[in-house]
């Protein structure tokens, strides 16, 4: 089975920093993009960040660039998000995803099919 478990959320200030750990299992890692989105209830899913299968090329929206920064160990079958200077908007619960996108394809663009597990709740306070 498809397995993925995002860690590291919490209670953080607006300025501070988190950051967020997404274990794996059940899949081929290094076959897969990988990213992040958030949720908070009642609204839609924000996919804000990917990286390829390779490592490279990773993608942000605009609401988290030069904030925030997706990192991925095809060793350890695993994703990191690191997320600075927080704000209030960036309260939300956090998932990770394995995207099953053609490694040429760039991570954000088209429509893959997804997997995600349980998340992690972040909540910054203003």
């Known amino acids: 089975d498809v397995q993925l478990q995002a860690s590291g959320g919490g209670l953080v200030q607006a300025g501070g920093s988190l950051k967020l750990s997404c274990t794996t299992s059940g899949f081929t890692f290094h076959d897969y993009a990988m990213g992040w989105f958030r949720q908070v209830p009642g609204k839609e899913r924000d996919r804000f960040s990917c990286i390829s299968s390779s490592g490279g090329q990773p993608y942000y929206a605009d609401s988290v660039k030069g904030r925030f920064a997706i990192s991925r160990d095809n060793a350890k079958s695993t994703v990191d998000l690191q997320m600075n200077d927080l704000k209030p908007e960036d309260t939300a619960v956090y998932y990770c995803?394995?995207?099953?996108?053609?490694?040429?394809?760039?991570?954000?663009?088209?429509?893959?099919?997804?997997?995600w597990g349980q998340g992690t709740l972040v909540t910054v306070s203003s």
């Open positions: 995803m394995a995207i099953e996108v053609p490694a040429t394809t760039p991570c954000n663009e088209g429509e893959w099919r997804e997997y």
